[in-house]
């Protein structure tokens, strides 16, 4: 089963939950926010697909943040602040058994259809 990870107010989560149920892919919807995300969670996507494509730093959140905050360097320091604020994921996070997929794109679309 597809592991749809993101907010409850997020537009793109929304429309990516609304697809997969148009589509009849079976889906499971977790809420960063509400639910929270573990850092052993965190860890493996990053290692799946890196800080660039993880970490949203076009978000209200990020630049929110101070200075210091955004001035992370290793992954434990980049976990942390994923931990502390998940909304700065890069959202929908899918979870399709080991493989992640970030954002909801033509490529995203064509590998969730693949996963029926």
Do not use: Y
């Not at 697809?19 to 850092?39: M, N, P, S, T």
């Not at 959140?61 to 992954?75: F, K, N």
């Not at 399709?96 to 679309?109: E, L, P, S, T, Y």
Request: hydrophobic share 45%.
């Amino acid at each position: 089963m597809i592991v749809v990870n993101g907010l409850k107010s997020c537009d793109t989560c929304r429309k990516a939950r609304a697809w997969l149920k148009g589509e009849g892919i079976e889906h499971r919807f977790h809420d960063l926010r509400a639910d929270g995300v573990e850092a052993d969670q965190l860890r493996r996507w990053l290692g799946a697909v890196g800080a660039e494509r993880l970490v949203n730093k076009r978000g209200t959140t990020w630049r929110g943040l101070g200075e210091s905050e955004r001035a992370v360097a290793g992954d434990d320091e980049i976990v942390a602040l994923l931990v502390a604020h998940p909304a700065i994921v890069k959202r929908p996070v899918f979870e399709i058994g080991d493989a992640v997929i970030v954002g909801f794109d033509d490529a995203a679309r064509s590998a969730l259809s693949s996963a029926r």
